[in-house]
């Protein structure tokens, strides 16, 4: 459900990251890390980056184990640790 829900999604209202490469990188591998220390966390977990000016600064998780991040969120947070704290707080919630 969630693949096919995220495909929809990326067909109406999202589009690919317009993040910078130098706030998009290190997010995405600080992000990434702590995602591969979650091992408890089933499905495992995938994150993708979106703009998605209609959701503002979100970030969402999908029954298949996909997390979309927004680049609004990003850009407010304005750091690795701060989206890493966002997600950390969405798995701690599903625990």
């Given amino acids: 459900v969630g693949r096919t829900v995220l495909v929809e999604l990326d067909a ?3 589009s690919p990251a317009d993040l910078s490469e ?3 990188h290190p997010t995405e591998a600080r992000i990434r890390t702590f995602l591969a220390s ?3 966390v089933r499905p495992r977990l995938r994150v993708h980056f979106r703009e998605a000016p209609r959701l ?3 970030a969402f998780a999908l029954p298949s184990g996909d997390i979309v991040v927004t680049d609004a969120l990003v850009r407010q947070v304005g750091d690795p640790d701060g989206s890493v704290a966002v ?3 969405g798995t701690a919630c599903r625990a």
Avoid: K, R
């Fill in 56 to 58: 503002g600064a979100n």
């Fill in 38 to 40: 979650q091992s408890s």
């Fill in 87 to 89: 997600i950390a707080h």
């Fill in 22 to 24: 130098e706030l998009l």
């Fill in 12 to 14: 109406v209202d999202l």
